[in-house]
Structures are given as C-alpha cells and as structure tokens.
C-alpha cells in the first residue's frame, strides 16, 4: 500500500500559478510512473501529465507549454508546476503513482495508487 498526499491546490486569478506537490509514502517497490490527472464536474478525468523515474515527461496538449512536470526519486515526492492559469484548468487534481511503466497517450491503468485530490480553483 502506497499512500500519497497532495498539497499545493487553492484558488487563483487568470493568469497566476500554482505548484502542487505529492509526497509518496510506504513504498515498497519502484514508483515507475507518477503522473497528475483532474476532473471537473460533469467532466470525465483527464490525463494531465506523467513522468518516468528517469524523468521522461508526457502532457495532454491543453496544458503544454504552461504545465510542467516532475519528481524527486530521493524524497518520493512528485510536482507540477502550473504557470499561465486558465479557468478551464479549474477541477480536482489526483496524484497517482504505479509500478507499470508509463502509457502514451497518459492512461489511468498505468496506476494502482491515487492520492485523495486538492482542489484547483482558477477565476
């Protein structure tokens, strides 16, 4: 059992930036693949980005170029910086974590822990 804890989410202007960490704990084997996911009501979740444990990155194309993604195999810590907000990007955030390598485009089965969410909020 892997559990991860996110923080960093609040609410922000057009424009602004957010970091969002995920602190990785009680792992027992290689986190191969980390990446972000979100969800907005009504919405189905989207794949924001993931990153390989060498750090190889991947991004739906709404966010690249403004997001960026990455980790720190060290401290089990996972990251996206978020710069350029936009109200579209309002929506839960999920931090997930897996053994299997990372899938392109980013798929949700690559992942067998997820964190509990932090919201995002952008006006």
């Known amino acids: 059992h892997v559990q991860l804890v996110e923080s960093g989410g609040g609410s922000v202007q057009a424009g602004g930036s957010l970091r969002l960490s995920c602190a990785a704990s009680g792992t027992r084997y290689t986190l191969q693949c980390m990446g972000w996911f979100r969800q907005a009501p009504g919405k189905e979740r989207e794949g924001v980005a993931h990153?390989?444990?060498?750090?190889?990155?991947t991004y739906a194309d709404s966010v690249k170029g403004r997001f960026t993604v990455s980790r720190d195999n060290a401290k089990n810590t996972l990251y996206l910086e978020m710069n350029s907000l936009k109200p579209e990007d309002t929506a839960m955030y999920y931090c997930?974590?897996?053994?299997?390598?990372?899938?392109?485009?980013?798929?949700?089965?690559?992942?067998?822990?997820w964190g509990q969410g932090t919201q995002v909020t952008v006006s």
């Open positions: 997930a974590a897996g053994t299997r390598y990372c899938m392109r485009p980013i798929q949700a089965s690559a992942f067998f822990n």
């Open positions: 990153i390989t444990r060498t750090g190889s990155t």
